[in-house]
């Protein structure tokens, strides 16, 4: 069974702070991908940044990027340099290689910009 | 004009009423995906699809059917529905590669059942 786990419930950050979001997963697949989405007030579902399980490098788009820590089973979120505009709730979501299932989630991580 | 689009976006119904919720696609993708949210909770899987014959159970199907129209439309029903799926509904597509694919979502649709 597939598990992800946020250990942040909420993160107050100052503005143009650099901010990492946590989460851990639990597989016994060789073959995985992590995804990160953003959910604004607005409620959209919104894909930042995706890491396969084989990736060597970690991934980056743009301020985002993902700190893979395949041992530790572990793919933080980084967003550098934060904007008042990053103020929502950000998740961690897991796809095993077999593709036969969606998208298992974290219970999110709610985060507020502060000016 | 959006990829993927729910109607409808907001919904009231009553305990025990059959409703309806579509989702559209202009992706081209084959995979679809029906979710909802809770307050508090990420997102779980309903039901998902690989094309148009493949319909599968996802963790919490009990209570909601789906049709898969065509390879652009996938559909979800609450045959007779009860407050406890009051939620925000997901609908998602993906392209059908592999197990790594991202998943596009649609704008949601808030469905309370009084």
């Known amino acids: 069974a597939q598990k992800i786990t946020q250990t942040q419930p909420g993160m107050f950050v100052q503005e143009k702070e650099a901010v990492t979001l946590d989460c851990t997963y639990d597989t016994s697949d060789q073959s995985y991908g992590l995804f990160w989405y953003k959910q604004p007030s607005s409620g959209e579902m919104i894909f930042l940044i995706y890491q396969g399980s084989y990736d060597e490098q970690n991934a980056t788009e743009g301020r985002y990027s993902l700190n893979f820590q395949k041992a530790r089973k572990s793919a933080n979120l980084v967003i550098s340099a934060s904007q008042l505009g990053d103020s929502a709730m950000y998740f961690c979501?897991?796809?095993?290689?077999?593709?036969?299932?969606?998208?298992?989630f974290g219970k999110g991580t709610h985060l507020i910009i502060q000016p | 004009d959006a990829d993927v689009t729910q109607t409808p976006r907001n919904r009231i119904t009553k305990t025990g009423k059959r409703i309806m919720l579509e989702c559209s696609q202009t992706k081209g993708h084959d995979r679809m995906y029906w979710y909802r949210q809770d307050p508090g909770l990420g997102l779980r899987l309903i039901y998902y699809s690989f094309d148009v014959k493949d319909i599968n159970k996802g963790e919490i199907s009990d209570g909601y059917s789906v049709s898969r129209q065509a390879q652009a439309k996938f559909s979800l029903s609450l045959e007779s529905a009860i407050p406890n799926q009051t939620a925000l509904y997901f609908c998602?597509?993906?392209?059908?590669?592999?197990?790594?694919?991202?998943?596009?979502f649609g704008p949601g649709t808030r469905l309370l059942v009084l």
């Open positions: 998602a597509t993906s392209e059908g590669t592999g197990g790594q694919e991202t998943q596009y």
């Open positions: 979501a897991m796809r095993d290689g077999g593709g036969a299932d969606g998208l298992t």
